[in-house]
C-alpha cells in the first residue's frame, strides 16, 4: 500500500474522506489544495506507517525511505529550491497530524533544513539576513525541545540574558548578530545536554523529527489524553512535511489563527488573531499580544493595534473568500491556519473548529436557516451532553460584582471556587469534591488534568486560541484568558492585579462571557431556555421515538424538569420526603412501634404529609402521568442514631428508652442493600403501603375535583423478585383503591407496575407481567445485583479496572450492555409476551446517559426517566438514536 500522499500546485493524492489515513491536518491540506487554495507543497506519510513503526521496535517499511525522497523532490521542482543545497535551500516543516486533533503529542519543527552553510543562502537570499538566523535560532531551539528533549526553558535563559546585553524588550529589536551569538550559545547547550552535537545533515535532521513524531504517539501525554477523549490507541498519526513560507520576513509577513464563526457565541463572523512578522505559534503562545483580524473585532476587544482589515486589506479580503469557499466545502464552522509572506497568503490548516455549546447551537440553527445543512444534520452536530453547559446558571446581571481583573472572554459560562495555582492541587481538591478555579500564567498540554478538575479557568497570557483557551471551550469550562494586570507568585501562593492581592484558597468568580475575574462569590440566574434552544429541541422531539420523563420528588424539581421538556415523571420517590425536617421524628415512631395501634398512630401523622406533597406534585404536573414509588429503602435508614435521638423518639412516642434500644437493635441490619427493604417492607409492614397508597389516591381525588382535571397516577413496587410479592402488594393496593374511589373513578386512573431490578424479576418476568401493567428497569440496583457489586464500595477497585482496561465503562455511568442490558432485553420481550401493552420505562441514572438512551431506544423501551438536568440530554440522545 501506499505511504506518502503528496500535494502540490493544486493536485494532492488525497482527499477529506482519508481522515484515517491522513490524518485530520494531511487530509485538510489535500482538500484545500484540490479546492485551489494557496497551501505550500507538501506530503503526508500515512498513520499505517505509524501502526508498523510502533509494532515493529521503531522500524519503517523497507520502502519509505525511497518514497520520502521521491516526494522530497516533488517539493523542490515546485519551489525550486533543493534541500540541504547551500545556495537555495529548501525549509520544510514536519507537523504530527492524527485523525482527531490531539495536543500532548509532538509538537511541530519549522525551519527544518537548517544549519550552519544553509542559513548563510538563506540570509543571501533574502532582504535582511536578521530574518535568516531568526529563524535557524527558531529551528533549533524547537527541534532540540521536541525531538532531543532539551528543555526549553534552558534555551530562554540565553534568550532573555541575550535581550538584557542590548536592553531591548522585544525579539524582534535583536539583529542578526545577535541571533549568531545566540545560536552558538544554543548549540553548546545542546551538546552539554545531550553529549551530542546539534545535527547539521538536514536529512538526520528530517528523519530524526519524523521518528520522534511517531515516537510521541505513544508517550505518557499523549496516552493520558487519549484516555480521557475516548481515542482509540491504534489509530496512530500521520506525519506531515511541508515546505516552509515564512511569516517572519519583514512587515508585509504575518502568522495567524481564525475561526469562519465565532466560536464562543456562533455569530457568522471571521474570528481571530494575527501577528506581524512572526512565525508558526507565536500568536498562540503569547509572546506578543496579538492584533485582531476584523475591525469589529478589534473594537470589541478594545484593541489598540490595527487590524488585518486595516493593514492588509487586500490579504483580509482573500482570507474572508476563503472563509466562505471551506464553509460551503465542509458544511461547518472551520478552524483556519494561516501565514502571510510578502503579502502572499497561504493556508497552512483547517479543521472542524472547537466551540462551546453556546456558539455549537446556534451555528447548527443559522446553517439550518441558511440551507447548508438539514435538521437532522444540525441535531447530529451536537453532542447531547454538552448541553448540560446550556442549562446551568450564569451570573445574575444584578449582583454586585467586585472586579479583580479584566481578560479576553475565551469560554463562557460563570463559575466560582477556590483559587489553585498548580493542576495537581486542581486534580486534588477536584477528586475531594472542592470547587476551585485554577490560575495559570499559562496553560499546556500537561495542565489538563488540572483544567478537567477545575470549574474554570484564568490565565494571565495569551489569546482567543492560546492552549487555555481552546481546551477550556472544548471541556465547557468557564476561562478568562490573558487577563495581563494580574501578576502570579507561584512560590508565594499569591495573585496580584494593582493593589489587590488574592491567595491560594480564596474564592473567586469567573465570567468567562464578559471576561472578568470577581472576589468572591456571586450570584447567578437560570439560562435562557426559547429561541434557538427551544425551536432545535423540537426538532429532535420531532425525531425520537422514546418518551422522556424524569425523576423528581420535590416540587421544584417537577418544575425544573418541565421546563426542560419532561413529560411526565417516571421516578418519583416517596423516601426523601420522610427525612423532611419535622417529619422523620414521626417516621420513626412508624418504624418503631410495637403494636399495631401506635403504628396506626404515628401512620396518621404521616399520612396528611405525603398526601401534601402529592398533592404538590400532581397540580403542578398538570395531568400528566405520575410514577410514584412506594416505600423503598431499608428501614435500617431511618433509625435513630446515638443517645439524642434515641430519647427524642422515645419521648415522641411516649415509651421508655430503652424498649427503643432494643427495637433499633432488632431492626438495625449488616447488609442493609440485600436486606428488609421495598416490597419486603410492604409485605411484613402493609400498614406503610396502605398509608401511602391512601395518600397518593386522596392527593389524586383532590387536585381532579378542584382542578377539573383528571389525574394519571402509576403506583410503582420497588424491589419485586417473584410474581407472589406484587401479588400481595397489589391486592392490598386495589383494596385501599377500591374503598377510596367507590363511585369516583372517573377521576382519577391508576395502574400498579413494579420496578425490575433484581436478575429474578428479570428473569421471572413473564409471570411478574401477569400483575403488572407497567415495567421500570431500576438499572442502579439491577447493575450492583447483576454484577455483584455494591455502588457504594466500588470505588475500591473500579478505577483500577478502568485503567487496566477491563472494564471500558463505569458500568454506574454507562449501561453493561452484555451483562445487565441482556436482562433488560431478555425482561422486555417475556413481559411483552405475557402483556403486549406492558409499559416499559427505565428510570437508573442510565436514562440520562447518551449510550444507555441508545440502548433503550434498541430495545424497544417506550420512556427512559432522568434527573430534570439530564431531560434535554435525553431527549437529543433519542432523537440520535432514532436517526
Ligand atoms: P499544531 O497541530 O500544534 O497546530 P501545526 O503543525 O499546525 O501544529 O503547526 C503549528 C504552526 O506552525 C502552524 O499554525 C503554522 O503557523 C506553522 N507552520 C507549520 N508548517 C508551516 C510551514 N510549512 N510554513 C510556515 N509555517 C508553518
Ligand atoms: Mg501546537
Ligand atoms: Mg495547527
Redo the contacts with the bound molecule.
Keep these: 500500500s501506499k505511504h506518502v500522499y503528496t500535494f502540490s500546485n493544486g493536485v494532492a493524492d488525497g482527499n477529506a474522506s482519508m481522515r484515517a489515513l491522513l490524518g485530520g491536518?494531511g487530509a485538510g491540506l489535500a482538500d484545500m489544495t484540490n479546492l485551489g487554495l494557496p497551501v505550500?507543497p507538501?506530503f503526508t506519510i500515512t498513520t499505517d506507517v505509524c501502526t508498523w513503526f510502533t509494532s515493529n521496535g521503531s522500524e519503517y517499511p523497507p520502502t519509505l525511505e525511497s518514497d520520502v525522497a521521491a516526494a522530497m523532490h516533488v517539493i523542490e521542482a515546485a519551489t525550486g529550491a533543493l534541500f540541504g543545497d547551500p545556495a537555495a535551500p529548501l525549509l520544510?516543516?514536519v507537523?504530527?497530524?492524527a485523525r482527531a486533533?490531539m495536543p500532548g503529542m509532538m509538537?511541530?519543527v519549522?525551519n527544518l533544513g537548517l544549519n550552519d552553510q544553509t542559513v548563510q543562502g538563506l540570509a543571501r537570499k533574502s532582504a535582511d539576513p536578521r530574518f535568516a538566523y531568526d529563524s535557524y535560532r527558531r529551528f533549533i531551539q524547537m527541534f532540540a525541545d521536541v525531538v532531543m528533549g532539551v528543555d526549553h526553558s534552558c534555551f530562554e535563559q540565553i534568550l532573555s540574558h541575550q535581550k538584557q546585553l542590548r536592553g531591548v524588550t522585544e525579539d524582534t529589536h535583536l539583529t542578526a548578530d545577535d541571533w549568531k551569538h545566540v545560536i552558538e550559545c544554543y548549540k553548546s547547550v545542546i551538546q552539554q545536554h545531550t553529549g551530542r552535537p546539534f545535527p547539521q545533515d538536514p536529512n538526520t535532521q528530517l528523519w530524526d523529527a519524523i521518528s520522534a513524531v511517531f515516537k510521541s504517539w505513544t508517550n505518557a501525554r499523549a496516552i493520558t489524553y487519549r484516555k480521557l477523549h475516548d481515542i482509540p490507541h491504534d489509530w496512530g498519526t500521520a506525519v506531515?512535511v511541508?515546505?516552509?513560507?515564512?511569516?517572519n520576513m519583514g512587515d508585509d509577513c504575518a502568522?495567524g489563527?481564525a475561526f469562519t464563526r465565532d466560536p464562543s457565541t456562533g455569530e457568522k463572523v471571521l474570528y481571530g488573531e494575527y501577528l506581524v512578522n512572526a512565525?508558526?505559534?507565536d500568536v498562540v503562545a503569547g509572546i506578543r499580544t496579538p492584533q485582531q483580524i476584523t475591525t469589529a473585532g478589534k473594537l470589541m476587544h478594545q484593541s489598540t493595534l490595527p487590524s488585518m482589515e486595516e493593514c492588509m486589506p487586500h490579504v483580509f479580503q482573500q482570507l474572508d473568500s476563503i472563509r466562505h469557499r471551506l464553509e460551503r466545502h465542509y458544511g461547518d464552522m472551520q478552524d483556519i491556519?494561516f501565514?502571510v509572506q510578502g503579502g502572499t497568503l497561504?493556508m497552512?490548516?483547517t479543521r472542524v473548529g472547537k466551540r462551546t455549546a453556546s456558539a455549537a447551537l446556534k451555528i447548527a440553527c443559522d446553517m439550518v436557516r441558511e440551507g447548508m445543512i438539514t435538521k437532522d444534520e444540525a441535531l447530529m452536530r451536537i453532542d447531547p451532553s454538552s448541553l448540560n453547559q446550556l442549562l446551568h446558571p450564569t451570573l445574575d446581571p444584578r449582583a454586585k460584582r467586585d472586579l479583580f481583573a479584566r481578560g479576553l472572554p475565551a469560554s463562557p459560562g460563570a463559575a466560582s471556587g477556590r483559587i489553585v495555582f498548580s493542576p495537581e492541587k486542581a486534580e486534588q481538591l477536584g477528586q475531594a469534591g472542592e470547587q476551585v478555579i485554577l490560575c495559570r500564567v499559562e496553560t499546556s498540554p500537561e495542565d489538563i488534568h488540572g483544567m478537567h478538575a477545575a470549574k474554570g479557568i484564568v490565565t494571565t497570557r495569551g489569546g482567543m486560541t492560546s492552549h487555555a483557551a481552546v481546551v477550556a471551550r472544548g471541556m465547557g469550562r468557564a476561562c478568562v484568558a490573558g487577563a495581563s494586570s494580574i501578576s502570579i507568585d507561584y512560590g508565594a501562593g499569591e495573585m496580584r492585579a494593582g493593589n489587590l492581592v488574592l491567595h491560594e484558597d480564596d474564592v473567586i468568580t469567573i465570567d468567562g462571557e464578559r471576561g472578568e475575574v470577581l472576589i468572591g462569590r456571586v450570584a447567578t440566574m437560570e439560562p435562557e431556555l426559547s429561541g434557538d434552544f427551544a425551536e432545535f429541541m423540537s426538532w429532535a422531539d420531532a425525531r425520537r421515538k422514546l418518551k422522556v420523563m424524569t425523576n423528581a420528588d420535590t416540587p421544584k424539581d417537577c418544575r425544573k424538569a418541565l421546563e426542560f421538556g419532561a413529560e411526565g415523571i417516571g421516578l418519583c420517590r416517596t423516601e426523601h420526603m420522610f427525612f423532611e425536617p419535622g417529619r422523620i421524628a414521626a417516621v420513626r415512631e412508624m418504624i418503631l412501634a410495637e403494636n399495631p395501634d401506635d403504628q396506626r398512630a404515628a401512620l396518621n401523622k404521616v399520612l396528611p404529609m405525603q398526601r401534601g406533597d402529592f398533592v404538590d406534585i400532581f397540580r403542578i404536573m398538570e395531568g400528566r402521568p405520575v410514577t410514584i414509588r412506594l416505600l423503598d429503602p431499608p428501614l435500617h435508614e431511618f433509625l435513630p442514631h446515638g443517645e439524642a435521638e434515641l430519647s427524642e423518639v422515645a419521648k415522641s412516642a411516649s415509651l421508655d428508652v430503652n424498649k427503643v434500644r432494643d427495637r433499633v437493635a432488632k431492626i438495625v441490619e449488616v447488609n442493609p442493600m440485600l436486606g428488609h427493604r421495598g416490597c419486603r417492607v410492604g409485605v411484613t409492614t402493609p400498614g406503610i403501603y396502605e398509608m401511602q397508597t391512601r395518600a397518593i389516591l386522596e392527593a389524586a381525588l383532590e387536585v381532579s375535583k378542584t382542578d377539573g382535571r383528571k389525574v394519571f397516577v402509576e403506583i410503582m413496587v420497588p424491589f419485586v423478585a417473584m410474581e407472589a410479592e406484587l401479588r400481595v402488594v397489589r391486592t392490598l393496593i386495589d383494596s385501599v383503591a377500591k374503598e377510596l374511589l367507590a363511585g369516583e373513578r372517573e377521576h382519577v386512573e391508576y395502574r400498579v407496575g413494579t420496578m425490575i431490578e433484581l436478575p429474578r424479576a428479570a428473569l421471572a418476568a413473564g409471570q411478574i407481567a401477569r400483575q403488572a401493567e407497567f415495567f421500570s428497569f431500576g438499572t442502579n440496583d439491577l447493575t450492583q445485583t447483576t454484577l455483584g457489586l455494591s455502588r457504594d464500595d466500588a470505588a475500591g477497585f473500579l478505577p483500577a479496572y478502568e485503567a487496566g482496561g477491563l472494564l471500558e465503562k463505569d458500568p454506574f455511568v454507562s449501561i453493561d450492555r452484555e451483562g445487565v442490558g441482556e436482562l433488560v432485553r431478555m425482561a422486555a420481550a417475556r413481559g411483552r409476551k405475557t402483556r403486549n401493552d406492558l409499559e416499559l420505562c427505565l428510570c437508573g441514572e442510565h436514562g440520562g446517559d447518551p449510550a444507555s438512551v441508545a440502548f433503550c431506544h434498541e430495545v424497544g423501551l417506550d420512556s427512559v426517566s432522568c434527573s430534570p438536568y439530564r431531560v434535554p440530554i435525553a431527549r437529543l440522545a433519542a432523537a440520535h438514536a432514532a436517526l
Excluded at 242 to 247: E, I, K
Design positions: 491536518k505550500p507538501g520544510v516543516s507537523r504530527s497530524g486533533s509538537d511541530t519549522l506531515n511541508q515546505a516552509m513560507v515564512f511569516g502568522t489563527v512565525q508558526g505559534e491556519e501565514t497561504y497552512l490548516q
